[in-house]
């Protein structure tokens, strides 16, 4: 059973979460991206916490700017370090120790995820992410690869001021076309029912500002003719880049805006990495085959 609830974090900040499973069992948690929320995981909850598939304590935010969660307006309060404030106080809130038995993140809830990891490793046992790029390899494909440059290039637009009128206008006109443009498979919308549109749009009604503030924060964009160039973007070094728990990747290869490419000389900033590549899934491959997510999680917990 899914329970809804909300997290009041000692630094004032308010997350909506969805959970399964009791307290004080090993802690999963999950964190979604754009322009999703929490109820995205929810098969996934409900799997980890039965007991045949480990009993864990399983907890799903909707992570600051979006839903019910706290909003600030301002950009800087989308600054990675205070997302993984967000997150840390979390697990301290469910956890005696604070620790996360297993960390998992989709698109920006990956990004995030993996720089938790890097920044607190001592509070994360293992790491799983679904297609989102590792912060060196994405700042290398932004800077020399162009098919990965224009397959980002709605970053920039996601970052104008006005983007988040925009994308409320006509009954979020400019928000759908998000689920097929990073979709390539055969019958990859079969899960955007009428329901779980409805669901988006309760989602989204509660503000987009936050959401994104996140494409207005991040350097990791590609490069904008007569404004940026390859230049522009930083590498990150080996402090901010290295990850050192075991780290399992899911990929989706039919996502058409974060390539394969991606994965190229991952083990360098990986070393306990395991990769796993779904052919026939796109960005979405959470809601498209949850029960081959979660196999592939499963096995990874087993064997670490």
Request: aromatic share 8%; net charge neutral; hydrophobic share 45%.
């Amino acid at each position: 059973m899914i329970e809804t609830w909300t997290a009041e974090l000692p630094h004032g900040i308010r997350l909506s979460c969805r959970s399964a499973g009791a307290r004080g069992r090993p802690l999963m948690l999950f964190l979604h991206g754009f322009p999703e929320g929490a109820f995205a995981w929810d098969a996934l909850l409900a799997h980890f916490a039965r007991p045949e598939n480990g009993g864990f304590r399983c907890v799903a935010p909707n992570l600051r700017g979006f839903g019910r969660s706290s909003a600030p307006a301002e950009v800087a309060a989308y600054k990675p370090a205070l997302l993984i404030q967000d997150i840390l106080a979390l697990a301290a809130s469910e956890h005696p120790e604070g620790r996360i038995a297993t960390l998992v993140g989709h698109d920006w809830g990956g990004a995030l995820a993996w720089a938790a990891a890097n920044a607190q490793p001592a509070h994360i046992s293992r790491l799983v992410i679904i297609n989102a790029p590792h912060p060196a390899t994405f700042a290398r494909e932004l800077r020399g690869n162009p098919a990965q440059q224009r397959a980002s290039a709605y970053m920039h637009f996601l970052a104008r001021p006005d983007a988040e009128a925009l994308l409320a206008e006509d009954d979020y006109r400019r928000l759908w076309p998000f689920f097929t443009r990073m979709n390539a498979g055969p019958d990859g919308l079969g899960w955007l029912t009428g329901a779980m549109r409805q669901r988006y749009r309760e989602l989204w009604q509660h503000g987009l500002t936050g959401a994104c503030n996140l494409y207005r924060v991040t350097p990791l964009k590609p490069p904008l003719a007569g404004k940026t160039t390859a230049d522009d973007i930083p590498q990150p070094g080996a402090a901010q880049a290295h990850i050192s728990v075991p780290t399992l990747v899911l990929w989706a290869l039919q996502d058409t805006a974060l390539l394969p490419a991606l994965l190229d000389g991952l083990d360098a900033w990986v070393p306990q990495l395991t990769v796993e590549k779904i052919p026939g899934a796109t960005h979405w491959v959470v809601h498209e085959q949850p029960d081959r997510v979660a196999a592939y999680i499963q096995q990874f917990i087993a064997g670490t």
